[in-house]
């Protein structure tokens, strides 16, 4: 069960737009649909972003969004704004009844 | 509003046990997977166990198989994770979750558990 493979770091300037990588294997990323995107400020508790790929939550803008090739997922946040700077994890799922999230990776918005 | 609230974490010696609870309300919780996410300093957010609504599925990351045992209590709308056997790498940030990790929608604030002599 070894983690996805994310970019420790990410940044950007307001308005524009960052895609964050999230690398897996056939055995997770690349063979299931369930792959996921939370973010998380500091001292807070995580927020679902993106699940099944590319499907947004209720309440989270459409500056979000999520695709995967092969056994690659991202996430792209677009026209960037200060609230944006935060940790993003991805999570996949790794079958028979395990999950796997990436390292994280910290947004900067410039 | 739905809310989990975690509690139970502290300071304890290797090898030793803790109990860490989850207070559950704003929504049916007999009708929702539940899940342990843990984030240890330093690193990142990492799956550690879930369990179905009426608690006959439970699945453990395989590095607290055989240590961790996630139960729930549906009449105190109650989700627990007993931790033996306590490791110094298994200091971290524990957090409780409504559902599974590909839809994990309301979160706890957390509770932070430290392995140390």
């Known amino acids: 069960q070894s983690a996805l493979t994310q970019p420790p770091s990410a940044s950007g300037s307001p308005g524009q737009s960052v895609t964050i990588s999230c690398t897996g294997t056939?055995?997770?990323?690349?063979?299931?649909?369930?792959v996921s995107w939370y973010q998380q400020h500091p001292g807070k508790a995580p927020k679902l972003m993106i699940y099944?790929?590319?499907k947004r939550p209720s309440g989270v803008p459409d500056r979000f969004s999520g695709s995967k090739s092969g056994n690659t997922a991202s996430l792209t946040v677009s026209g960037l704004q200060a609230e944006d700077e935060a940790d993003y994890y991805c999570?996949?799922?790794?079958?028979?009844?395990?999950?796997?999230f990436g390292g994280g990776t910290k947004l900067t918005v410039l | 509003e739905v809310r989990l609230v975690e509690s139970g974490g502290g300071l304890v010696q290797p090898g030793g046990s803790l109990r860490l609870s989850c207070a559950a309300s704003?929504?049916?919780?007999?009708?929702?997977?539940m899940s342990w996410v843990r984030r240890a300093p330093g690193k990142g957010l990492a799956w550690v166990a879930n369990?179905?609504?009426?608690?006959?599925?439970?699945y453990y990351v395989d590095s607290v198989k055989g240590r961790f045992t996630i139960s729930r209590d549906n009449a105190e709308n109650s989700l627990y994770l007993q931790m033996n056997s306590l490791r110094v790498e298994d200091t971290a940030v524990y957090y409780c979750?409504?559902?599974?990790?590909?839809?994990?929608?309301?979160w706890g604030r957390g509770t932070t558990v430290t392995v140390s002599s």
């Open positions: 999570s996949s799922d790794a079958g028979s009844n395990n999950w796997v």
């Open positions: 369990i179905n609504q009426d608690g006959r599925e439970k």
């Open positions: 099944e790929v590319s």
């Open positions: 056939s055995s997770d990323v690349g063979s299931h649909r369930y």
């Open positions: 979750a409504r559902g599974r990790p590909d839809y994990m929608d309301a």
């Open positions: 704003g929504f049916t919780f007999s009708s929702f997977w």
